[in-house]
């Protein structure tokens, strides 16, 4: 099982970002789908998440900024983010876990975003 993260970069303040994490070696569709970060000596962070079925949690930080969707037929979970701020600033990795548990099973390696003027 893979999955594979990309999208970060350097962006300033207000700026839009789109992040990607394609999957692959699993049933993709029977999968939930998470976005999370982190940063230096902080505990990882809850982002986003849509379920197999599309059901779709915030993390307060982000509500109204950022917007997790999926597109089965390509294996692959997006996550836009608009008016970023300094403190979005983190690495972001997917996760993946299966549709019937609330246990993230799978996790991609990281994409660094960083907020910066």
């Known amino acids: 099982v893979q999955l594979q993260a990309s999208g970060g970069g350097l962006v300033q303040p207000g700026d839009s970002l789109r992040l990607s994490c394609a999957v692959s070696?699993?049933?993709?569709?029977?999968?939930?789908m998470g976005w999370f970060r982190q940063t230096p000596g902080k505990e990882r962070e809850f982002v986003a998440s849509?379920?197999?079925?599309?059901?779709?949690s915030y993390a307060d930080s982000v509500k109204g900024r950022f917007t997790i969707h999926r597109t089965d037929s390509e294996n692959t979970v997006y996550l836009q983010m608009t008016s970023l701020k300094r403190e979005d600033t983190a690495v972001y990795s997917c996760?993946?876990?299966?549709?019937?548990?609330?246990?993230?099973?799978?996790w991609g390696q990281g994409t660094q975003v960083t907020v910066s003027s």
């Open positions: 996760a993946a876990g299966r549709w019937d548990t609330t246990q993230w099973e799978y």
């Open positions: 070696g699993l049933f993709f569709g029977l999968y939930n």
């Open positions: 849509i379920s197999a079925r599309s059901m779709i």
